[in-house]
């Protein structure tokens, strides 16, 4: 008896075959008509069966779509409905982000989703109660439940939820540091936290200017040293026996006398900063004190002859003895020289790229660097805006991804052979149509940021 049925093309025909034989052998049929079944009612049951059929390549359509078109439709609201099912947490967080299936997302199986649902402020009833701190933290960020979060189990909990300013008599005695740190910043218990046996807690408290007459004895190098930042017990903390607390004395301007023959270099440049005892610490044997005192523009005509680069070149950024040191060993002095704008006819035929770099950075000799063999030069030189239309063809990508950055010959650089060249055109907004193609992943990804952007502007 032969029955209607629906071949693997879709069409409807009428199909011979014994029931035992349907779908196999030359029976082409996916779909046959059951006994007792109308022509009228089978027609529907098949019409239905397709349509669940081409909803299911649909959503796997969807799914299988890259991770930037997956934000790309999100950023337009759709398909979130398909989308919020992606096995991806990053795509369901940028669906949580957009306000959509909450109700559903509240159950996600990252933790990361529902943080972005209680950040939305969604069901923080049930949030309150989630296994992972991380959520519950963000559900006490929002003011919510500090009753019952004060006694979280986890201190990064309890910590946010005395930042909230919530439960500060119960939490200065909080058995972790870091909380009882966030309630000494509320300047709250500090006349017990002053006893603190963590030296942190102690610093805070010093921070806040609370009981400096105690403090300034305390056995941490690291509150004494905060005592001194506050401007108090200089006369004390001037003899102390750790050298940064000393150090923090100095930068007060305080026993300048005694500290410029410190036995620390730290010390002594704090005194330098200071301008004083220049006369004696322009021959310190630290060279980083004599830097201190070039930049305070003293002793020039000695540094100048300093046997560390470092200080010739704080020399050279005075703006002195430049007709010395532009044929200092040191390239590094020689570009300082060049920032001075000294010499730049000279120092253009250096033999260090480097030099030679900061020359362009001159706007001097642009004319003779675009040819320069370093391509570092060449690249100074594109920064520039010099000679674009020549660069466009240099060989170095450096070169080509700089000229990108101008925004210059863009049409030709959005078939530049490097990625990265291109990365920067679609970066620029530019060739969007042709890049989306694109064969690397990377400039197709900016390509649909890009995109996204315009769409937000309404462009």
Same mark, same amino acid.
């Given at each position: 008896?032969?029955?209607?049925?629906?071949?693997?093309?879709?069409?409807?025909?009428?199909c011979t075959?014994?029931? *035992?034989?349907?779908?196999?052998?030359?029976?082409?049929?996916?779909?046959?008509?059951?006994?007792?079944?109308?022509?009228?009612?089978?027609v529907?049951?098949?019409?239905?069966?397709l349509?669940?059929? %081409?909803?299911?390549n649909?959503?796997? &359509?969807?799914l299988n779509?890259t =991770?930037?078109?997956?934000?790309?439709?999100?950023?337009?609201? $759709?398909?979130?409905?398909?989308?919020?099912?992606?096995?991806?947490?990053?795509?369901?967080? @940028?669906?949580?982000?957009?306000?959509y299936?909450? #109700?559903?997302?509240?159950?996600?199986?990252?933790?990361?989703?529902?943080a972005?649902?209680?950040?939305?402020?969604? +069901?923080?009833?049930?949030?309150?109660?989630?296994?992972?701190?991380y959520?519950?933290?963000?559900v006490?960020e929002?003011g919510?439940?500090?009753?019952?979060?004060?006694? &979280?189990e986890?201190?990064r909990?309890?910590?946010?939820? +005395?930042?909230?300013?919530?439960?500060l008599? !119960?939490?200065?005695n909080? $058995?972790?540091?870091?909380?009882?740190?966030?309630?000494?910043?509320q300047? =709250?218990?500090?006349?017990k936290?002053?006893? /603190?046996?963590?030296?942190?807690?102690?610093?805070?408290?010093?921070?806040?200017?609370?009981?400096l007459?105690?403090?300034?004895?305390?056995?941490?190098?690291?509150?004494r040293?905060?005592?001194?930042?506050?401007? =108090?017990?200089?006369?004390?903390?001037?003899?102390d026996? #750790?050298?940064?607390v000393?150090?923090?004395?100095a930068?007060?301007?305080y026993?300048?006398? !005694?500290?410029?023959?410190?036995?620390?270099?730290?010390v002594?440049?704090?005194? %330098? *900063?200071? +301008?004083y005892?220049? #006369?004696?610490l322009?021959?310190?044997?630290?060279?980083?004190?004599r830097?201190?005192? @070039?930049?305070?523009?003293?002793?020039?005509?000695?540094?100048?002859n &300093?046997?560390?680069?470092e200080?010739?070149?704080?020399?050279?950024?005075q703006?002195?003895?430049?007709?010395?040191?532009?044929?200092?060993?040191?390239?590094?002095?020689?570009? @300082?020289? %060049?920032?001075?704008?000294?010499?730049l006819?000279?120092?253009? #035929?250096?033999?260090?790229?480097?030099v030679?770099?900061?020359?362009? *950075?001159?706007?001097?000799?642009?004319d003779?660097?675009?040819?320069d063999k370093?391509?570092?030069?060449?690249?100074?030189?594109? !920064?520039? +805006?010099?000679?674009?239309?020549k660069?466009?063809?240099?060989?170095?990508?450096?070169?080509?991804?700089?000229i990108?950055?101008?925004?210059?010959?863009?049409d030709?650089?959005?078939? /530049?052979?490097?990625t990265?060249?291109?990365?920067?055109?679609? !970066?620029?907004?530019?060739?969007?149509?042709?890049?989306? /193609? &694109?064969?690397?992943?990377?400039?197709r990804?900016?390509?649909?940021?890009?995109?996204?952007?315009?769409?937000?502007?309404?462009?």
């Amino acid at each position: 008896m032969k029955v209607l049925a629906l071949t693997t093309d879709g069409k409807l025909t009428y199909c011979t075959a014994s029931p *035992e034989n349907r779908g196999k052998g030359r029976c082409n049929h996916v779909g046959h008509q059951n006994a007792g079944e109308s022509q009228e009612d089978f027609v529907k049951r098949v019409a239905s069966d397709l349509l669940k059929q %081409a909803a299911t390549n649909q959503n796997e &359509d969807i799914l299988n779509l890259t =991770y930037s078109e997956k934000l790309d439709m999100i950023s337009n609201n $759709e398909n979130l409905e398909i989308l919020i099912n992606d096995e991806n947490e990053s795509v369901r967080i @940028a669906i949580a982000k957009q306000g959509y299936g909450l #109700d559903k997302l509240i159950d996600d199986k990252s933790a990361d989703v529902r943080a972005i649902v209680a950040r939305q402020g969604y +069901g923080l009833d049930k949030l309150v109660n989630d296994k992972d701190w991380y959520v519950r933290r963000i559900v006490a960020e929002k003011g919510y439940k500090l009753d019952k979060l004060v006694d &979280d189990e986890d201190w990064r909990v309890r910590r946010t939820v +005395g930042e909230c300013g919530y439960g500060l008599n !119960k939490l200065v005695n909080d $058995e972790n540091p870091n909380v009882r740190i966030i309630v000494a910043k509320q300047g =709250y218990g500090l006349d017990k936290l002053i006893n /603190d046996k963590d030296y942190n807690v102690r610093t805070i408290v010093a921070k806040q200017g609370y009981g400096l007459e105690k403090l300034v004895d305390d056995e941490s190098w690291f509150v004494r040293r905060v005592v001194a930042k506050q401007g =108090y017990g200089l006369d004390k903390l001037v003899n102390d026996s #750790d050298y940064l607390v000393c150090e923090a004395v100095a930068r007060q301007g305080y026993g300048l006398d !005694k500290l410029v023959d410190s036995k620390y270099g730290r010390v002594r440049l704090a005194v %330098a *900063e200071q +301008g004083y005892g220049l #006369d004696k610490l322009v021959n310190d044997e630290d060279e980083y004190v004599r830097i201190s005192v @070039a930049n305070k523009g003293y002793g020039l005509n000695k540094l100048v002859n &300093d046997e560390k680069w470092e200080v010739r070149r704080a020399v050279a950024k005075q703006g002195y003895g430049l007709d010395k040191l532009i044929k200092d060993k040191d390239p590094d002095v020689r570009i @300082a020289v %060049a920032k001075q704008d000294y010499g730049l006819d000279k120092l253009l #035929d250096d033999k260090n790229g480097r030099v030679r770099a900061a020359v362009a *950075e001159q706007g001097y000799g642009l004319d003779k660097l675009i040819k320069d063999k370093d391509y570092n030069v060449r690249t100074t030189v594109a !920064k520039q +805006g010099y000679g674009l239309d020549k660069l466009i063809r240099d060989r170095s990508v450096n070169v080509r991804m700089t000229i990108a950055e101008q925004g210059f010959g863009l049409d030709k650089l959005v078939n /530049d052979k490097s990625t990265s060249v291109r990365y920067i055109v679609a !970066k620029q907004g530019y060739g969007l149509d042709k890049l989306a /193609d &694109d064969k690397s992943p990377k400039v197709r990804a900016v390509v649909a940021e890009q995109r996204r952007k315009l769409s937000k502007t309404g462009q």
